[in-house]
């Protein structure tokens, strides 16, 4: 992917905080969605913790309504920033403190927040590798002869990264999983006439 796509450059943000967000309005939606509520919280609030926290539900509520779930994801986004807030943003001071593993569980814990936004913030936020089993790659891994791929956990329990394996290089595998879902894998599915397949075939032949 990386030879034929080049790097992917992902997640396209300008401050983590967006990452933050983006990861709790894109659920259930697609991202040009996601993105009109995103924009619209920037805008009012330049994403400033202090501003973000001080909206009402309604005010929220209506400023991402376009992503859909707006009820959920604005609780989700309270209590997300409510969370980080109370640990100063201080994304490496919280990585520092715990285990990955535990870290996750935190995340987990808190509402709105499953197991792929979790992920992403181990990832973008936190800087630390793990593998995001989104919808694009747990079709992907289906086509790859994977067995189990129907639920996030099932496809992410079957996968091991290589102990080198960086955040640097779990951020640009995610971005290009997704950018090549996004042109072989969507509701038309094209994967047989993607670079991936013919390199699938060609080592069947050999």
């Keep these: 992917m990386l030879n034929h796509m080049g790097p992917s450059g992902w997640w396209p943000a300008e401050d983590k905080r967006d990452i933050i967000v983006g990861a709790i309005l894109v659920q259930n939606t697609a991202w040009q969605n996601a993105d009109v509520g995103l924009n619209n919280l920037k805008h009012r609030t330049g994403l400033n913790p202090e501003a973000v926290l001080s909206l009402s539900q309604t005010e929220l509520i209506d400023l991402i309504r376009a992503s859909g779930f707006y009820r959920n994801k604005a609780k989700a986004i309270h209590n997300v920033f409510q969370w980080f807030d109370d640990h100063d943003w201080d994304y490496a001071g919280i990585a520092a403190k715990t285990t990955q593993a535990e870290l ?22 936190f800087d630390l590798p793990t593998f995001i089993a989104d919808s694009y790659t747990r079709r992907l891994f289906t086509h790859l002869g994977y067995q189990h791929t129907d639920s996030y956990q099932h496809l992410k329990q079957q996968i091991t990264l290589p102990s080198n394996f960086t955040a640097e290089m779990a951020q640009d595998f995610h971005g290009q999983l997704d950018e090549f879902g996004k042109h072989y894998l969507q509701r038309e599915d094209t994967f047989a006439d993607s670079f991936l397949a013919r390199a699938l075939l060609k080592k069947q032949q050999t």
């Design 104 to 125: 996750r569980q935190q995340l987990l814990a808190l509402p709105g927040v499953g197991q792929e936004t979790a992920d992403v913030y181990l990832v973008y936020l």
